[in-house]
């Protein structure tokens, strides 16, 4: 696993070595990123939830987002973040948040330019979560959400006030993009 592009490329990263997390391939995330360019994402501000091992938020940290916010609830996996970040350079430009995301909606503040999720698969509660996020203050006009699935598992192509503007598949994982 390693950065695509930007001011850290090429730069491996550090996986946790923990069961339950499915960290998103390279090639995802360059699809997910080549997506943002052509939709002229902002990138400025940044969440990044369930984030596992960092990857994503980095990504948009080394392709020029300003801050990025990385909620994850599992303790090694918040201890590899804040590594990936210091060998990335960024860790003046990102805050771990070791909570739930469910918790995080409520107590961060918004609002973030790009959101980024990628809930565990058999998480059933991540569609609460998302219907949650849009009707928060985290979101705003202008916000991009990116959505990670199963490909078997579509999410709705309207969630409140945000609006499917891509959808890509990539083998068995479906990336769901709205504004």
Not at 76 to 82: D, E, K, L, W
Not at 92 to 111: H, M, T, Y
Not at 113 to 132: C, F, H, Q, T
Not at 137 to 158: F, Y
């Amino acid at each position: 696993m390693r950065v695509i592009a930007g001011k850290a490329k090429g730069l491996r990263l550090k996986r946790p070595a923990v069961r339950h997390l499915r960290p998103t391939s390279d090639l995802v995330r360059g699809a997910i990123f080549d997506i943002l360019v052509s939709l002229e994402a902002d990138l400025t501000r940044v969440l990044d939830l369930y984030a596992g091992s960092g990857a994503l938020g980095i990504e948009a940290l080394s392709r020029g987002a300003h801050w990025c916010d990385f909620v994850e609830q599992d303790r090694a996996a918040c201890a590899i973040i804040r590594e990936n970040l210091a060998l990335a350079g960024f860790q003046e430009r990102g805050r771990v948040q070791c909570l739930s995301v469910e918790k995080a909606v409520d107590r961060l503040e918004g609002p973030y330019d790009l959101v980024l999720m990628d809930p565990p698969y058999e998480d059933e509660g991540a569609v609460a979560v998302v219907v949650r996020l849009v009707g928060s203050p985290l979101v705003g006009l202008g916000s991009t959400l990116v959505v990670e699935h199963p490909w078997r598992r579509l999410p709705a192509d309207q969630c409140g006030a945000f609006a499917l503007v891509s959808r890509k598949r990539h083998g068995d994982t479906g990336v769901s993009i709205y504004q």
